[in-house]
């Protein structure tokens, strides 16, 4: 299988496990499951899905040389996701946003991804233990293939940076102890900056907070309404955004028809905002190779810490309205 992909170029797979696994329902699910969840309404060039950053994933897991089973793991990684994403975080709220990682059992375990594992000697409840996966996924502020694979990947569709420096943090990046870091610290500096310019300009901007709240006011008032049930989010965004549009409620219909390119949000004051709400205003502070030692690029450049908690402090609260 040869995938063409707008991050990496072309991605050979020849694995015939990694082939039968993205052949399997719960990835090609993720065909039909956007990454940005909202947004992609408001601003449809955001046609990310969770499954090309599946196999973004793997694909990085493959370059950096992790063990099969986290490559397997970082391929498997998203397919608990329910439809629209991170939005149901907003409709079932949670303390830490992930409501979804609730549902691997039902997503993998029910379906035919064990029996292929089996069939190659792989034990499922292994593969699904992601915390002993490093590379897949770090804690903030450190980097994690699942990272550094949505900031270079939901930054294409607007070129917020070119793709040249795509190759240029992929070759300045290293391994040491299942820790990615870098020998340049300007090239970490480069890095930690765009990530955070990333979340202001994609992932905490007012068309994305905007939206999230407006498809979850429509989700939350049809599950009021029983007309659409936990149940519904195993499905894929189109089934569920249809049945959503079928949902005879005023409040239903007016929040589902402001779901258009046409609807731009802009952050307002609480006091004059429609919606009003906590969001995850997330900084990568990566480590580099000093004199033999790994440090945190903010102890090299003191000023980007004061970077990262302005940052902090300004969007963790975000208020928005539409702009009329």
């Known amino acids: 299988m040869i995938l063409d992909d707008r991050t990496y170029g072309k991605i050979r797979i020849a694995d015939p496990l990694v082939n039968e696994l993205i052949n399997s329902s719960p990835v090609q699910r993720l065909k039909k499951i956007n990454q940005s969840g909202g947004p992609v309404f408001l601003e449809p060039s955001r046609d990310i899905t969770r499954y090309e950053h599946s196999i973004g994933v793997w694909h990085l897991l493959r370059h950096f040389k992790a063990s099969p089973k986290e490559q397997i793991a970082g391929l498997l990684h998203d397919t608990p996701h329910t439809a ?3 939005v149901i975080d907003i409709v079932f709220p949670t303390q830490n946003h992930t409501f979804h990682e609730q549902f691997t059992e039902r997503i993998i375990l029910n379906s035919e991804i064990p029996d292929i594992l089996t069939r190659h000697k792989i034990n499922v409840e292994e593969i699904l233990n992601k915390e002993k996966f490093h590379l897949l996924e770090a804690d903030l502020p450190d980097l994690s293939a699942d990272r550094i694979d949505y900031f270079l990947r939901d930054t294409r569709p607007d070129q917020i940076f070119p793709d040249r420096l795509v190759k240029e943090f992929l070759n300045g990046l290293f391994i040491k102890d299942s820790v990615f870091y870098f020998k340049d610290r300007s090239l970490a ?3 930690a ?5 990333a979340g202001r300009l994609l992932w905490l901007d007012p068309n994305s907070h905007g939206s999230f709240y407006l498809l979850a006011a429509a989700l939350k008032k049809a599950i009021e309404l029983k007309r659409i049930t936990i149940d519904d989010f195993f499905k894929t965004d189109s089934e569920v955004f249809a049945k959503l549009k079928g949902v ?9 028809k402001r ?4 609807t731009r949000f802009v952050y307002v004051e609480k006091d004059l905002a429609e919606f009003s709400g906590p969001n995850k205003p997330r900084v990568v502070d990566p480590l580099v190779m000093t004199k033999g030692r790994l440090v945190r690029v903010s102890e090299i450049t003191p000023r980007l810490k004061e970077l990262f908690d302005h940052y902090k402090k300004t969007y963790g609260i975000l208020s928005v309205s539409e702009c009329k």
Do not use: C, T
């Open 248 to 256: 005879d409620d005023n409040d239903v219909q007016n929040y589902v």
């Open 193 to 197: 900056i765009l990530f955070l310019n």
């Open 259 to 262: 779901l258009n390119p046409s």
């Open 84 to 86: 629209f994403s991170h």
């Open 189 to 191: 500096s480069l890095y």
